[in-house]
T-cell receptor, first 112, second 108 residues
Framework: DTGVSQNPRHKITKRGQNVTFRCDPISEHNRLYWYRQTLGQGPEFLTYFQNEAQLEKSRLLSDRFSAERPKGSFSTLEIQRTEQGDSAMYLCASSLSPDRAYFGPGTRLTVT | RKEVEQDPGPFNVPEGATVAFNCTYS??????FFWYRQDCRKEPKLLMS???SGNEDGRFTAQLNRASQYISLLIRDSKLSDSATYLC?????????FGAGTRLTVKP
C-alpha cells in the first residue's frame, strides 16, 4: 500500500500526558499537512510543510502543539499536557502539487 | 465569518433525485477549489477540482463564480452510494481550508 499512513490509529491518554503521532506521506510528496477534525466539523488546518520546512502554522495551534518533518519524509505531531478539548481525529495529508491532497486514515485521540 | 461556509444540510433525497450544494469563501485571492467526499469514519477523498469554466464528471457538475466567491456541486440521478459528507475546499498559497461539510443521505 503506497498511500498515506498514520500511527497509531487510536490513542487514549489521560489529561496532562504528552502524545506523539506519526505520519508517513506518499513517497516523493513534498507537501505535508496536518488537520484536526471533530464530530460534525470539517478538517481544521493545523500546519503545513514543504519538504522539511514548516511554512505555515495555524493560530489555533497553541504552544502545546509542535510538528516536525526532520528529513522531509515522515512527520510527527506532538501534543504536550493534553487537555480534554484536544480529543479529535488528527488527519495527515500529502501532495505533490496544490491540486490534490491524499489523506491518511487519521489518528483518533481521546483524552480522559 | 468563517473562511469557507457550506449549506448546513442534512440533505435527505430519494434515489434518482438531483441535489445541489453551495459553498462560499471569504478570501478573494483564493487560488484553487475542490470538492472532497468523506464517508462516515473515513478520511476525505478528492471528488473533483472546480474550474472557472465549470466542469463535469459523470453525474457530478461543479461550478465556480469568482465574482460572488461561490462554489457549487450538482449531483444528478443520485445513487445510494452517494450518501456521504461533501466538503468544500479552498486553497490559498498551499493552505487548504475546509468547510464544515454537508451531509447527504440518499434513500431508496
Amino acid at each position: 500500500d503506497t498511500g498515506v499512513s498514520q500511527n497509531p490509529r487510536h490513542k487514549i491518554t489521560k489529561r496532562g500526558q504528552n502524545v506523539t503521532f506519526r505520519c508517513d506521506p506518499i513517497s516523493e510528496h513534498n507537501r505535508l499537512y496536518w488537520y484536526r477534525q471533530t464530530l460534525g466539523q470539517g478538517p481544521e488546518f493545523l500546519t503545513y510543510f514543504q519538504n522539511e520546512a514548516q511554512l505555515e502554522k495555524s493560530r489555533l495551534l497553541s504552544d502545546r502543539f509542535s510538528a516536525e518533518r526532520p528529513k522531509g519524509s515522515f512527520s510527527t505531531l506532538e501534543i504536550q499536557r493534553t487537555e480534554q478539548g484536544d480529543s479529535a481525529m488528527y488527519l495527515c495529508a500529502s501532495s505533490l502539487s496544490p491540486d490534490r491532497a491524499y489523506f491518511g486514515p487519521g489518528t483518533r485521540l481521546t483524552v480522559t | 465569518r468563517k473562511e469557507v461556509e457550506q449549506d448546513p444540510g442534512p440533505f435527505n433525497v430519494p434515489e434518482g433525485a438531483t441535489v445541489a450544494f453551495n459553498c462560499t469563501y471569504s478570501n478573494s485571492a483564493s487560488q484553487s477549489f475542490f470538492w472532497y467526499r468523506q464517508d462516515c469514519r473515513k478520511e476525505p477523498k478528492l471528488l473533483m477540482s472546480v474550474y472557472s469554466s465549470g466542469n463535469e464528471d459523470g453525474r457530478f457538475t461543479a461550478q465556480l463564480n469568482r465574482a460572488s466567491q461561490y462554489i457549487s456541486l450538482l449531483i444528478r440521478d443520485s445513487k445510494l452510494s452517494d450518501s456521504a459528507t461533501y466538503l468544500c475546499v479552498v486553497n490559498f498559497n498551499n493552505d487548504m481550508r475546509f468547510g464544515a461539510g454537508t451531509r447527504l443521505t440518499v434513500k431508496p
